[in-house]
């Protein structure tokens, strides 16, 4: 192993935040964007996040008159109940019509609404029975939507699950294609394909999606690129082979290519890989990015109808032109910084010369509405201009193994440097994804408020570094991305006081599951919590709603080759945990379905090593109730305050 590490210090790595207040307010979060075509208005989805995190409960759809920016909400017909919540506002190409999906409390029920610019009036123009997503205007007005009729839950298989009794083979309903044709929805794709993502042609005489046959959940992983017309499905591209996963679909300004993100990836809407183009005609896909060492998060077409992509690259985000996208040439940066943004919420009015808006944060700034051109964005709302916190981030990268890894490093702003910090370790899910620069979220503030130091690690597997960084924990989970992360420890040690004896280390989903494995592999940590997280690959496999997945991981499916998946499971070396570990899932988890935590959990009582669990009824992989959430953060504190707040002997 070289455990050699380098790490640089610039103004944008170290960054000091001012003193928290007692009376901070609660922060503002944005989620959903929309700009008039004139770019004289913007409408966006936004609430404030409960005390311990999460998603807002209550949501407003905000009306800002431009440029000054002042919020008018518009009214909603069920107020400000909880769940009531708009999403996906659009605006007609005409700009008098703003269209948005409005949920009916308790419900899987979804209407369409459509607000009058001129009169403000609001009229219900679809009410259905399923869910709604997805809005998107052609160029000639028509409304389309990616709508499930009869839904039995919500899309995704992050959202909790329908209860496991009764016909388990009953019906599956499909998430399609539609267009709103007078109060109804006529369907544009098959009864008997699921559309993930999907984006008109500029003709407005069909779509190019994402799509497989079966469980929505599940079939992502083999989802293939179709070209839709109302009347058939034609397949236009289908990876070559099975750690090639498609995302972000978007037809070039001249209908003749469509681009997708392509890589490894274990997750549907965690995003990252290298761009592609296929001809719409018929015809290879092109690696428009080959031996790009970034991942592309998001695609887009401009006002100019170059094609421009959101980069992670290593610790800054980039907004890139890749020209057209019919050659393949370096991405040509237009913006790049510590900072986070996302194309997936931005909102472009190409009739104002390309205004964009944006959601932007940093670690020192949180979440602000940002407006200007591409790349040249100036802050548009201050609502959370009063939230502050006593913590310095920073950028540190070693090597392991041959590989450049990168993390990052949060302590106290103004801690007594002459004593050794505790530090845990958050290992981020996926594995692809990554622990990008954001403005701390209030469990992160409340255990360096505890005295924490925290380390988020990137290890082999995670986006930032490029496909081949990406794939490099396939068929060796827990392996390589354990010895990285173990690395980047190291690493830190030597920058910053931190005590080897008092180390802790969490994480949720595969951070769960490497919570799990690194308490069987070293007794380095003194404490764990891991959520969600997956102790036995071989039993997983058949207790999951999403088992498309490990195939391209693995190699193979378990009952084919079970010694691979034995080999990286927790439950192969439970007798080697020494390590307390407090353990919380939801009841309801597809992904992670909660026999996982109950099978560690038994094993370590079994043993008689200190153990705890909590199963939240009702909840899925994602967390949603704020009381849950509170919940679990209350009891992972008071865990790691037991272990690691006195020095070890």
Not at 92 to 106: A, M, N, Q
Not at 192 to 212: C, H, I, M, N, S
Not at 219 to 247: S, T
Not at 572 to 600: L, R
Request: some cysteine; proline content about 7%.
């Amino acid at each position: 192993m070289n455990s050699a590490f380098r790490y640089s210090l610039a103004a944008a790595s170290l960054l000091a935040l001012t003193a928290a207040r007692a009376d901070a307010p609660a922060q503002r979060a944005f989620m959903d964007l929309a700009l008039s075509p004139d770019g004289g208005k913007l409408v966006s989805v936004e609430g404030d996040q409960p005390a311990a995190g999460g998603s807002p409960v209550v949501r407003a759809l905000m009306l800002r008159s431009l440029p000054d920016g002042k919020p008018t909400p518009i009214a909603l017909p069920c107020g400000q109940a909880p769940q009531c919540w708009p999403a996906s506002p659009v605006w007609s190409p005409d700009g008098k019509t703003l269209s948005f999906t409005l949920r009916k409390p308790g419900t899987h029920h979804r209407s369409v609404y459509q607000y009058d610019a001129a009169s403000g009036a609001l009229k219900e123009a679809l009410s259905f029975n399923g869910t709604i997503i997805g809005l998107k205007y052609s160029k000639d007005g028509q409304l389309s939507m990616l709508a499930t009729e009869n839904a039995a839950k919500e899309i995704g298989a992050v959202e909790a699950g329908v209860p496991m009794a009764g016909d388990i083979d009953q019906k599956i309903v499909e998430q399609r294609i539609g267009i709103l044709d007078k109060g109804v929805v006529r369907w544009m794709s098959p009864a008997d394909l699921f559309v993930y993502e999907y984006d008109w042609r500029p003709d407005g005489k069909g779509f190019v999606g994402t799509a497989a046959p079966g469980d929505g959940d599940n079939n992502w992983w083999v989802a293939k690129l179709y070209a839709f017309d109302g009347k058939a499905a034609k397949v236009i591209h289908q990876p070559a082979d099975m750690q090639h996963q498609i995302a972000e679909p978007k037809v070039s300004a001249d209908g003749k290519r469509a681009f997708f993100i392509s890589g490894i990836m274990s997750d549907f809407g965690s995003t990252g890989g290298d761009v592609y183009a296929v001809p719409l005609a018929g015809g290879a896909a092109v690696n428009l990015t080959p031996d790009m060492p970034a991942s592309a998060r998001g695609i887009d077409i401009d006002c100019d109808g170059n094609l421009v992509a959101e980069l992670l690259r290593g610790d800054k985000t980039e907004l890139a032109d890749l020209g057209h996208g019919d050659q393949v040439a370096p991405p040509k940066t237009l913006w790049s910084g510590q900072e986070s943004f996302s194309l997936k919420q931005a909102d472009t009015a190409c009739k104002a010369k390309g205004l964009q808006a944006v959601v932007k944060q940093s670690a020192t700034k949180a979440p602000e509405i940002a407006l200007g051109q591409p790349g040249k964005w100036a802050d548009l709302t201050h609502d959370n201009a009063g939230l502050t916190t006593q913590i310095s981030v920073q950028s540190v990268s070693w090597t392991n193994d041959g590989y450049n890894v990168q993390g990052w490093l949060m302590l106290p702003a103004n801690f007594d440097k002459a004593k050794k910090l505790p530090m845990i370790t958050i290992v981020h899910g996926g594995p692809s994804a990554a622990a990008t620069v954001h403005f701390p979220a209030p469990r992160e503030r409340e255990f360096v408020a505890s005295g924490y130091a925290l380390f988020f690690p990137n290890p082999r597997g995670s986006f930032g570094q490029g496909v081949k960084f990406q794939a490099a924990n396939v068929k060796d989970f827990g392996y390589g991305d354990l010895r990285d992360i173990l690395a980047g420890i190291d690493a830190v040690e030597k920058i910053a006081p931190i005590d080897e004896a008092r180390l802790g280390v969490m994480g949720h989903s595969y951070g769960g599951y490497m919570t799990m494995w690194t308490v069987t592999q070293t007794n380095r940590f003194k404490a764990a919590v891991a959520s969600a997280g997956l102790s036995n690959w071989q039993s997983y496999y058949g207790e999951n709603g999403i088992d498309q997945w490990m195939i391209p991981f693995f190699g193979k499916s378990v009952y084919d080759d079970p010694q691979i998946y034995a080999r990286s499971s927790p439950m192969t070396f439970i007798k080697q945990v020494k390590t307390p570990t407090f353990m919380w899932v939801g009841d309801s988890d597809v992904e992670v379905p909660a026999p996982q935590t109950q099978e560690f959990w038994h094993a370590l009582h079994a043993l008689d090593v200190p153990t705890s669990m909590m199963i939240y009824q009702g909840e899925g992989h994602a967390m949603r109730d704020p009381a849950h959430i509170a919940d679990a953060q209350k009891r992972t504190i008071e865990w790691f305050n037991k272990y690691l707040k006195k020095p070890q002997s």
